[in-house]
């Protein structure tokens, strides 16, 4: 019941130029219009390829702006890119052209170290959907085939089309858990130990970060230093960097036994997740003002960040104390369900609220809008928050949380080797770029080569 138009953005930098071979001016009948875009930026005489589509006859007036059909009308209407408007590829895109997506669904199952994804889509017109696929699915992929011929260049590199409505991919888990699979060498124990001696004195007993990612922070660094005094088999000094943990740590969870509330947390009705309480006194949760509050905290900023520390240090105690593990398991589950519960039909908490089914990582930008889409900066905490999230489900006995950790581990660090790190082998990024060899910033629309605390040069690729 819509009158609908196919437009371009600029007639000074895209304008049509053709459509079906004759330039605009008039009326034009059909259910399949091939278009020739200028792009004179490109170069004299540039253009470029597209299709639209529709599901019944229709008829458009059109100008070198855009095709405004001359009625309202009831159905659909697609239009697909032509890589290199060649006839094999607008071939390909013909024989789907009728099949559209309208939903779909993703699920993983995990067998011993493997994980299998599924990405399962509904269709109308029948099951030879035509799709692109990213370098990470092109990865794993098991099936189904890939359309011969069919590529097309975006700012996740060179993407793949294939048919049907079915794609399974399979990812290994990382066995790694507590410690490095090598043991330490014995020739470097004392200089370790001496290093602890010093270290555990500066980290380990003044943890008194008033900000829950700061702390987490802390919490996260005594933990490690824990973790390598049990390792040299110094239990003294490990039992007592968890002991100074313990005293830190619980007043965040023990909220109703807490007086100084900016050490605490909140469950947040309005959005479904646990928040730092000090944040939200500053900057209630919704509200954009003053947002920087607590790292944006109270605005789901950088969720998996901040509790994958908190994460991280409770699964260290809890391997050495099955006790406290029973008393605080419930609350840190619910960290876990904030940044990566995998239920849809959990009441209280979204599912995944930071990863990327599609995308095969995390965003880390909470309810603030941006220009450039959502965004990623530091895979390494990513990547940390899954695998302390791991490291919680081996530490409780929990080992379908042990998996939804291990799988987000798996993605996030294939992303961040294809998406952020450009050693000579990535093919992602052009090549000229790919000379900085790291992506400090990554956009939904824009790879950036500086950071939200500073600009390196003034090198980006955008769509």
Known sequence: GLTAEFGTDSADYHAIATIN??????????????????????????????????????????????????????????????????????????????????GGSSTVSVSGDTATTTFSYQTLGGSNLLMYILPHHNATLVSPAKVNGLTVTTIRGT??????????????????????????????????????????????YNLDATEAYLFGKQISRAARLALIADQLGDTAARDSILTSMKS????????????????????????????????????????????????????????????????????????????WATTYRTKVNDMVRDIANPSKSDPYFTQLRHFDWYEGHSWAAGLQPNGDGRNQESTSEAVNAWYGINL?????????????????????????????????YNTVYPSDFAQQKVIPLLFANKAFNGTWFGLSNDIQVGI
Do not use: C
Request: no cysteine; charged share 10%; glycine share 8%.
């Open 21 to 102: 071979g004759v330039a605009p001016g008039g009326t034009v009948s059909g259910t399949r219009f091939e278009l020739k875009i200028n792009r004179p930026y490109l170069g004299t005489n540039a253009t470029e390829t597209w299709v639209l589509y529709s599901s019944s006859l229709i008829t458009f007036t059109t100008t070198p702006q855009a095709l405004t059909a001359t009625s309202a009308f009831t159905g659909y209407l697609r239009a697909a890119y032509v890589p290199g408007g060649t006839t094999t590829a607008a071939t390909a895109l013909d024989a789907s052209s009728s099949v559209v997506p309208i």
């Open 159 to 204: 993407l793949a089309a294939m048919t049907g409505s079915t794609w399974t991919m399979t990812n290994q888990l990382s066995t790694v858990s507590w410690n490095s699979p090598r043991p330490i060498d014995t020739t470097k124990k004392a200089a370790i130990q001496t290093a602890l001696d010093s270290e555990k004195t500066l980290y380990a």
């Open 248 to 323: 830190y740590l619980n007043p965040w969870f023990d909220r109703d036994a807490n007086v100084d509330l900016t050490r605490s947390l909140l469950f947040d009705t309005s959005w479904g997740g646990v928040i730092d309480m000090g944040a939200y006194n500053i900057s209630p949760a919704g509200d954009p003002s003053n947002a920087n509050q607590g790292f944006g905290n109270a605005v789901y900023n950088d969720h998996y960040f901040h509790w994958g520390y908190f994460i991280y240090g409770a699964a260290v105690v809890a391997h050495f104390d099955s006790a």
């Open 392 to 424: 919680w489900g081996l530490a409780t006995g929990q080992n379908d949380m042990r998996n939804v950790g291990r799988y987000l581990q798996a993605l996030e660090t294939q992303a961040a080797q294809l998406y952020w790190q450009m050693p000579s």
